[in-house]
């Protein structure tokens, strides 16, 4: 068995005003493949960007940890230093940066990737040549006038290059059409094969898993993770839905009132 | 043809009062309406000046017109240039401004209808006290013009920079504005979208540090129908940087179905910065669009949080963001020298390393910069 990557106990997590997140337990060895599932709003996203550190959610309790260091307080740059990836389901506008300058800014942050001007733009062709990404998009401004699977691509190119140890994959196959669904899908299976790091996958979607090995599904109901089992659990959501999980969820409320 | 070089010491000061008028003024006491600029007055040698054709005069340049009138006399000499019609000008037009020198040029270029130019101006070193450039084209019918304006001065160095635009009908100019150093700049621009269906786009980048001042006037007149213009302005100010900004579209009467719009962004990352905006949209036709947008202060908390995830946290984003406006001037710059007084400026603002950087990931050590 793999050593544990990530490690979440009891994490309750929300914005401001709304807790979001009850008690999540959930571990992810090193290498390994975990899909999270859930119905719209069960809290799937939050808890991705809660990974990784976004300050738009506050953790009110339990604990983050990446290869057995505690990491619930520190920011999001310090967890993606520590080789946390987050692919953002809409990838923010940068205006006023060229994609060419953000790549070697970000890569240069990290000693592990530091390397040289010509090595570097040799890399990045290679990653964009793989990816379909045109050597236009890397003078232009990061995610600005960019499609959505354009966008998506990016992000691939962005996983491709900084070989994170945890990549989060947050419904990076919404929205893409054939072509594109099939590139991203490439660029992580790349990733696995390559960099041997974890994924999880947040997804509603089974076809971007077909070519994936997975080794553990996750279900989330309402902030609450409802069940986990193995890769056959996505079928069995694929032909019946979440509703089963939800009624479960609830007449397990109503017994606890 | 040489510039009119002025040096200190031969001269007498005058003192240009009316520079960077918007069309429409405020308060006074905002300090905003005009910039006040001492400088050398214009020492002639007996030379025979060439002047350029009258057609030029009518051009209006954003800075004003005792500006324009020093800088026509200061240069001493003027540069003409005629693109034939339908002509493609495969090699940029390209005015360079020593401005450790003073020097001041004085540019018209006369774009033939339906013919293609790029024009570049680029200003830079330091220490030689007032350089300028003036910079007037004629856009005929079709006719396609990209300008790339390029301020990368040093140290003490006051430079004026002035770019007049006349668009016939069916026009398209695109311009990219670089203010990138120099301890007073003053940059005015004026295009006239006279004919219908003419268009601008300018996509206008400062960075200002230190108790640099940058002084910016633009302003867009449409008068001819269906007319569109775009002004989309990103900077960063930091340390006690002061930087005035007059954006004005004018919707003249009879530009029907006009659109213009004006966006700016302002990185503030210094605590004694002094930002003042003054947006414009006059209105003088009933079936028109005009529209400002600003956003100070800041990077966003998206933005933040996003940059964040990738590993940068609030300083070296804005790192990134000093760094990525050279990044774009030099890939914008579409002329060796241009680019190599880009990498010059940058490496004094962000550190040589950087600076070298920024040159050899953009490829220009092979290219050569």
Not at chain 2, 48 to 64: D, N, T
Not at chain 2, 68 to 82: I, K, L, Q
Not at chain 2, 184 to 212: F, H, I, N, Q
Not at chain 2, 324 to 336: K, M, S
Request: with cysteine; aromatic share 4%.
């Amino acid at each position: 068995m793999s050593h544990q990557l990530l490690t979440i106990s009891g994490l309750s997590a929300g914005t401001e005003d709304k807790p979001i997140l009850h008690g999540i337990d959930l571990t992810i060895g090193a290498g390994e493949t975990h899909v999270l599932m859930g119905p719209n709003g069960a809290g799937k996203s939050t808890l991705g960007h809660v990974i990784m550190g976004d300050p738009a959610y506050h953790v009110t309790d339990g604990t983050i940890a990446l290869a057995g260091e505690d990491i619930t307080d520190k920011g999001p740059d310090k967890r993606s230093l520590a080789g946390i990836f987050l692919s953002y389901q809409a990838p923010v506008e940068v205006p006023g940066v060229p994609l060419y300058s953000f790549l070697r800014t970000i890569c240069q942050m990290r000693p592990e990737l530091k390397t040289t001007a010509r090595t570097f733009r040799r890399r990045v062709g290679e990653i964009a040549e793989r990816l379909d990404i045109d050597q236009g998009f890397l003078t232009r401004e990061l995610n600005v006038g960019f499609s959505g699977g354009e966008r998506k691509k990016i992000e691939m190119l962005q996983l491709l290059l900084l070989r994170p140890r945890l990549a989060i994959l947050d419904e990076t196959d919404s929205g893409l059409d054939v072509d594109a669904l099939s590139v991203v899908s490439r660029g992580i299976e790349t990733y696995r094969a390559e960099c041997d790091g974890a994924l999880l996958m947040i997804t509603h979607n089974t076809r971007i898993l077909e070519r994936l090995t997975v080794d553990r599904t996750h279900v989330m109901v309402h902030g609450r993770m409802v069940a986990d089992g193995p890769a056959e659990l996505i079928d069995d959501i694929d032909a019946h839905g979440f509703s089963h999980f939800e009624d479960a969820l609830a007449q397990k409320a109503e017994a606890q009132q | 043809m040489m510039a009119q070089t002025i040096s200190a010491d031969q001269a007498d000061t005058t003192i240009l009062a009316h520079v960077n008028v918007p069309p429409a003024q405020t308060w006074n006491y905002l300090r905003i309406n005009d910039l006040s600029l001492e400088v050398p007055t214009p020492y002639f040698a007996g030379d025979v000046h060439a002047r350029l054709p009258r057609l030029f005069e009518r051009v209006e340049c954003g800075i004003g017109a005792d500006a324009v009138t020093w800088m026509c006399r200061a240069a001493g000499d003027a540069r003409y240039v005629e693109v034939r019609a339908d002509d493609e000008r495969a090699e940029p037009l390209y005015v360079d401004v020593d401005a450790s020198s003073a020097e001041v040029r004085d540019t018209g270029v006369l774009v033939r209808a339906g013919a293609r130019a790029t024009i570049v101006t680029c200003a830079h070193g330091g220490g030689g006290d007032t350089s300028a450039s003036l910079l007037r084209v004629i856009a005929e019918r079709d006719a396609r013009v990209t300008i790339v304006e390029i301020v990368a001065c040093e140290g003490t160095q006051q430079h004026l920079d002035a770019v007049g635009i006349s668009a016939a009908e069916g026009a398209r100019v695109e311009m990219r504005q670089y203010a990138l150093g120099g301890s007073k700049v003053a940059l005015g621009l004026c295009c006239d979208l006279a004919g219908a269906s003419s268009r601008l786009e300018l996509d206008a980048r400062y960075l200002v540090g230190g108790t640099d001042v940058l002084d910016v006037n633009h302003v867009v007149r449409q008068r001819g129908r269906a007319t569109r213009a775009d002004i989309v302005t990103t900077g960063i100010l930091a340390d006690a940087a002061r930087k005035t900004m007059r954006e004005t579209i004018d919707l003249v009467h009879g530009a029907k179905h006009a659109e213009g719009s004006e966006i700016e962004t302002v990185l503030v990352t210094g605590d004694d910065v002094v930002n003042k905006t003054l947006p414009v949209i006059l209105c003088d036709e009933e079936d028109v669009a005009g529209s400002h947008g600003a956003s100070i202060g800041a990077i966003s908390p998206e933005q933040l949080a996003f940059l964040g995830a990738r590993g940068l946290d609030e300083s070296a984003a804005e790192r990134l963001f000093a760094r990525a406006l050279f990044d774009d001037a030099a890939i914008h710059a579409p002329v060796d020298e241009a680019r190599a007084a880009v990498l010059a400026r940058a490496a004094t603002v962000l550190g040589a390393d950087v600076a070298r950087d920024v040159g050899e990931v953009l490829g220009f050590d092979q290219r050569g910069a």
